[in-house]
């Protein structure tokens, strides 16, 4: 099994990026996936989060409104759009999958697989 996050890089303050992961070796359609960041000395944090069935979805305060995740089951794939991102934005992101199905945890033991992660830097 393995997640595969992309679509990370270097934006100025305002600017969007959309990552991607890209699922292989088992189906996540029905499970909970989701985005958690880490910042340099410091440690890793939920984003985002959302559930197989319901399409659900549960963000942190600080993205509300500026992130929106979503997924296409058919491509066995996740998605984070990020708009108008910030400086304290910065950090390798992470995607994740949970074998739950439709209860979203935020802490990172909640979730079963990880990818690799994939670096967004913001410039003020």
């Known amino acids: 099994v393995q997640l595969q996050a992309s679509g990370g890089g270097l934006v100025q303050a305002g600017g969007s990026l959309r990552l991607s992961c890209a699922a292989s070796g088992r189906t996540f359609s029905s499970n909970v996936m989701g985005w958690f960041r880490q910042a340099p000395g410091k440690e890793r944090e939920f984003v985002a989060a959302i559930t197989g069935t319901t399409g659900g979805t549960h963000y942190v305060d600080s993205v509300k409104g500026r992130f929106a995740i979503s997924r296409d089951n058919a491509k066995n794939a996740m998605y984070l759009q990020m708009n108008s991102l910030k400086p304290e934005d910065t950090a390798v992101y992470y995607c994740?999958?949970?074998?739950?199905?439709?209860?979203?945890?935020?802490?990172?033991?909640?979730?079963?697989?990880w990818g690799q992660g994939t670096l967004v830097t913001v410039s003020s």
């Open positions: 994740a999958a949970s074998l739950s199905r439709d209860i979203i945890g935020t802490q990172t033991g909640r979730y079963d697989y």
